[in-house]
C-alpha cells in the first residue's frame, strides 16, 4: 500500500484563509466595541452599579473593564482605520494604549505593530514608548496648574458627575496628569 498525495486545491486554501481572517478580525472589533461601550457607560451616573454587577455575575472582572476602558481612551486604538493592524487580543491593546497616540500611529504605519503582536511585544513596546515613562532621571518640567471648581446643587450623583468630568478631561488631554478632589 503507497501513500499518494492529494493535489492541494489552493483556491480552497485561499478561501479558508479569507474565512479565517475575517472570523479571527471580528475578535479585534468585538474587543473595541466592548472597550468603547464599557468606557461610554463608565460617563454615567449609574456607572459604579454597572461596573458591580458586571463583576459579581461574572461577565467582565473589574480588572478587565479597566483594561477596556483604557483602550478605549486611546484615539489610535479607536480609529477604524487601524483595526486591521491591531492584534486581537485585550491584554496587547491595553498595553498599546498606554503609548501616546501619535507614536502609536507611527508604529502602526511602520508596521511595528500588527495584528500579529504578542503580548510580550506589546509589553515591551509599553515599556519602551510609553507615555508615562521613567528613565531614572529626576527632570523639573514646567508645568502650569489650573484649578476646575463643579458647584453641584445636589449629592446625588455628584461621583459619577466627578467620574465623567475627569474622564472627558483624561481623554481631552491624555498627557495631562488631572487629579480630582470632594471638598465639601
Do not use: C
Not at 498525495?5 to 472570523?23: C, G, H, N, Y
Not at 479607536?78 to 498599546?96: F, G, I, Q, T, V
Not at 523639573?140 to 458627575?161: D, F, V
Amino acid at each position: 500500500m503507497s501513500n499518494v498525495l492529494t493535489p492541494i486545491d489552493m483556491t480552497k486554501v485561499e478561501s479558508a484563509i479569507r474565512d479565517i481572517r475575517s472570523s479571527w478580525k471580528k475578535t479585534t472589533d468585538a474587543i473595541l466595541e466592548t472597550a468603547e461601550t464599557l468606557y461610554n457607560y463608565k460617563l454615567s451616573a449609574e456607572w459604579g452599579q454597572i461596573e458591580e454587577e458586571l463583576d459579581s455575575r461574572n461577565i467582565i472582572k473589574k480588572s478587565v473593564q479597566k483594561f477596556l476602558v483604557g483602550i478605549a481612551q486611546n484615539p489610535t486604538l479607536m480609529n477604524a482605520k487601524y483595526r486591521d493592524n491591531l492584534p486581537p487580543h485585550y491584554n496587547s491593546l491595553y498595553h498599546l494604549s498606554r503609548i501616546g497616540s501619535d507614536k502609536l500611529e507611527t508604529l502602526i504605519n511602520k508596521g511595528d505593530i500588527t495584528s500579529a503582536t504578542q503580548l510580550d511585544e506589546s509589553r515591551q513596546f509599553h515599556e519602551k514608548y510609553s507615555k508615562k515613562k521613567s528613565s531614572g532621571k529626576v527632570t523639573k518640567r514646567a508645568t502650569t496648574k489650573i484649578l476646575i471648581e463643579i458647584a453641584l446643587t445636589t449629592n446625588r450623583g455628584a461621583k459619577g458627575i466627578g467620574d465623567t468630568a475627569l474622564d472627558v478631561l483624561q481623554r481631552k488631554f491624555p498627557d495631562s496628569v488631572i487629579t480630582v478632589k470632594s471638598i465639601k
